[in-house]
């Protein structure tokens, strides 16, 4: 079977090194067409967000700087001959207004801090998998606050009969007025686990978001107000602080209420002391157990399989091929940038093909297992890799491990996002890349690559699939701005001494 050999591709049976298939006539026409266009918002429209808005302002606090996040993925296959209706129906929850939309009203989801709907047509799929009866694929995705259950169970209560309306759509999707439990139990059944997750705002819900939000904006008032006063003439940051937290308790009486703590990553000498058992302390244990025989055999027998990997995968790099510049980029990226930089975030979604056999497939599992255990357990901080601007980002494989999906949502325009990648994070990049088809040339799994920084954009772009329906629960912050009101928030409590109430201010 192709998926037991050894090679990664390419072959005479592997599809265009390109991923996305040259589109028929009309579709390339569509592909020059301006974007769904999103109708100003009317004033009940409004009123219904800031009430939306407001429903949670004080829910939740106890569980500030607390609070649990994880990603969810439904994978749902769509019915033949039902893309264009589904379309339409997602074009509508977009067209009408993301946020207080009908079908999906999602500022009332008060547990979603982004959420999507992406329409992975058959054609693409087909062409991706090499499998001729391959259906298209809707993908609900969310990154959400607390536990999957209770997320869930807002979801379907809010939004049930909206999403039973776009199931409809789909294979074995709810039947008419089966309800909320129905309608869960579809999504349950669907569900795809993530093999990497980061959240560049950890711990901080949704709700203590837009209520720090509130905070910040408390205390830059009060300060304007105030600007010719005594307080803040005498230019003691002490005394400045002291009476902003005297106005900020009284106008915010939750803000009395101190939030946990800002996250923190595993300390290095825990990962130090964790590296060192692994590689010194079970040798010798095994030494003491097994005797010396055995243990230097299996050492042996690891280092030299380990050698072998590492030659096995040079030899698979020096035949795989670059994907050609696609003749449709030019107009697949000026789709894609109409709808991109409309607010201070962006986001992407991404579908490659893996390389061919096992080999490759394992590898790519390894290292995002590993790339999942560093964003979980070290950058947690609000930085990966020093990349400041990721709110959420997540690597999925599907299709029993034939195609490898990317979730991103990010801050500011698309060039500065890749372009802090090549700069910051091109071997953890390349690292997972290298194993798709088509990737730029690669050597020992981490270099090369994604420093060609042409080719790899244009890769990237090429691997680019439109997201049908993208919200943001809080769409005018930054990952900056986000952290920067949680220390803002921390700062209200405690002792201070003249120099930490300087650089306290120096944050608002």
Known sequence: MATDEPRSGPSPDDPPLAARPAPPAAQAEALAAPPVQRAPRDAAQKERAARWVAEGAEEGLAGDGRTGQASFLAVLPVRDGHEGPL????????????????????????????????????????????????????????????????????????????????????????????????VK????????PSNTFYSGTRRRSVLQIRREKRLRDCIEDYLDRERDGAVLRSGDPVKIREAVRAHVFAALPWAKESPGPYPTAVPTAAVAGLALLVLVGLPAAAWLVFGGVVTLSVVG?????????????????????????????????????????????????????IKLGR?????????????????????????????????????????????LVFFSNFDGSWENYLGDFIDKSAVGLTAVWSNCI?????????????????????????????????????????VSNINANSFIRLGLHGDMNAEEARRWLLRL
Request: charged share 20%; hydrophobic share 45%.
């Open 438 to 478: 088509g990737f730029p040339a690669t050597r020992w799994l981490v270099l090369g690559g994604a420093r060609a920084e042409r080719q790899f954009k244009d890769y990237t772009r090429d691997s680019q699939i439109n997201t049908a329906v993208w919200y943001s629960a809080y769409k005018t912050l930054t």
């Open 185 to 192: 139990a579809y999504l349950l059944a669907h569900q795809r």
């Open 87 to 182: 379309q339409t129906i997602l074009e509508t929850i977009e067209a009408e207004d993301c946020e207080t939309n009908h079908i999906i009203p999602f500022l009332r989801l008060h547990t979603v801090h982004f959420a999507r709907f992406v329409l992975y047509d058959a054609r693409l799929r087909r062409h991706v998998t090499q499998d001729k009866g391959a259906p298209g694929l809707l993908l609900f995705a969310t990154d959400y606050d607390g536990s999957q259950d209770a997320h869930l169970d807002e979801v379907v209560g809010v939004a049930g009969a909206g999403l039973q309306s776009i199931f409809e759509h789909c294979q074995g999707g709810p039947a008419p007025g089966a309800g909320p439990a129905a």
């Open 301 to 353: 027998a690891l280092l030299l399989a380990l050698l072998v990997s590492a030659l096995h995968l040079r030899m698979l790099e020096a035949t795989d091929r670059e994907a050609p510049r696609p003749d449709t980029l030019k107009d697949h990226t000026s789709s894609l940038a109409a709808r991109e930089d409309q607010i201070v975030q962006n986001q992407m979604t991404s579908v490659r093909r």
């Open 359 to 403: 080999f490759r497939l394992t590898l790519i599992r390894l290292v995002l297992w590993a790339i999942d255990k560093v964003a979980r357990w070290l950058q947690v901080a609000g930085t990966l890799a020093g990349i400041p601007s990721i709110h959420f980002a997540r690597w999925v494989i599907l299709d029993e491990g034939r195609t």
